[in-house]
């Protein structure tokens, strides 16, 4: 009988191998590879932030700039040769005893206005429209497409379209309104004078409660049904069922959504510019165009970037209140 001697393991060190085990070299990924699986989403991501520097962060610093110059329409020219001013831009601004400070604030109160009912309404019809699609009918498909259609339309087509709408002589509004339902005495003007407020909140909420009955739509598929269920086996009414159920459980839903709904209309440039053209009556003279008219109509940029600038932390401010309150609500809750 013969002894065998066992095998050497491929582990152990051999004598060209100083002492290292064989093998290890294999296992250690190389220096390249090692650097192409870690570079990789960053270099992926490299085109988006050079675009996003372009288009958002190299305006908004050259604005901040601008604001503490005089850049008017003398320097348009070679706008780096405009005087440095400090603040007086932000002074003239703030100075609501004064014309330009009176006007900026008349806006302001405008703009606030305008955003809580738009906002408000696109939530609430929203909403509304929701919970009535949460159940299963016939033609609810069709209902759901024709819902959002306002907010597949182009901005400029839809607002355009109603701007013809609101014509005095030939819009359909006053055909409607006052040769058909005679609701009105006369035919009022819709896009000058008082009214213009409301043609504009109109418009607004037309092209916003979509995005919010989009949302919300899509937040109720995430609540069981066997919670209804259980609510109206211990006598619980549809009010009650909204109260205690659907509310609460859309919760992080509306969060989000009343914040970019908000953030949206305070910022509204499109709807207005092109409702009423470069001015805006004086009812509807939102801080959009109020900005618009200061920098490109009366030619003072240094004035028009000072407002952008404030307007840029009034928003910074109220969005982080707003993120502070909702999770100390969710903390309480």
């Not at 002894?3 to 152990?12: D, F, I, L, N, Q």
């Not at 990789?40 to 700039?65: D, N, R, S, T, W």
């Not at 603040?87 to 005893?97: P, Q, S, T």
Request: with cysteine.
């Amino acid at each position: 009988m013969t002894a065998t001697a066992p095998p050497r393991s491929t582990t152990e060190a051999g004598p060209s191998s100083g002492g290292k085990p064989a093998g290890r070299g294999r296992l250690r990924p190389r220096v390249p590879e090692r650097l192409r699986r870690v570079g990789l989403p960053y270099l992926l991501l490299f085109p988006a932030l050079i675009l996003e520097l372009l288009i958002h962060l190299v305006p908004m610093v050259v604005g901040i700039v601008i604001s503490f110059k005089g850049l008017t329409q003398f320097f348009i020219r070679d706008w780096g040769s405009a005087p440095w001013t400090g603040l007086d831009n932000y002074r003239l601004a703030v100075k609501f005893n004064q014309p330009v400070g009176e006007a900026l604030l008349h806006s302001f109160w405008v703009t606030c206005t305008f955003t809580i009912l738009s906002v408000g309404l696109s939530w609430l019809i929203g909403t509304a429209t929701a919970i009535l699609m949460q159940d299963a009918f016939r033609g609810r498909a069709i209902l759901r497409a024709i819902f959002l259609v306002p907010y597949a339309l182009p901005v400029y087509a839809a607002v355009i379209t109603w701007a013809f709408m609101f014509q005095q002589d030939t819009g359909l509004v006053n055909h409607v309104l006052h040769d058909q339902l005679h609701v009105t005495s006369n035919k009022p003007f819709w896009l000058i004078g008082d009214n213009s407020f409301w043609a504009l909140v109109i418009v607004s909420v037309w092209k916003s409660w979509p995005f919010a009955f989009l949302c919300l739509m899509a937040g109720l598929q995430n609540i069981p049904r066997e919670l209804y269920e259980a609510a109206a086996m211990d006598g619980a009414g549809v009010w009650q069922q909204i109260r205690k159920i659907t509310l609460p459980s859309l919760r992080p839903v509306n969060q989000v959504l009343v914040l970019v709904l908000f953030l949206w209309t305070f910022n509204d440039f499109n709807t207005p510019f092109v409702l009423f053209g470069n001015s805006a009556p004086h009812a509807a003279d939102l801080i959009s165009i109020h900005i618009y008219q200061s920098s490109f109509i009366t030619w003072n940029f240094g004035s028009g970037s000072a407002m952008s600038v404030l307007l840029l932390l009034f928003l910074l401010v109220v969005t982080a209140f707003y993120l502070l309150f909702t999770r100390k609500r969710d903390v309480d809750a």
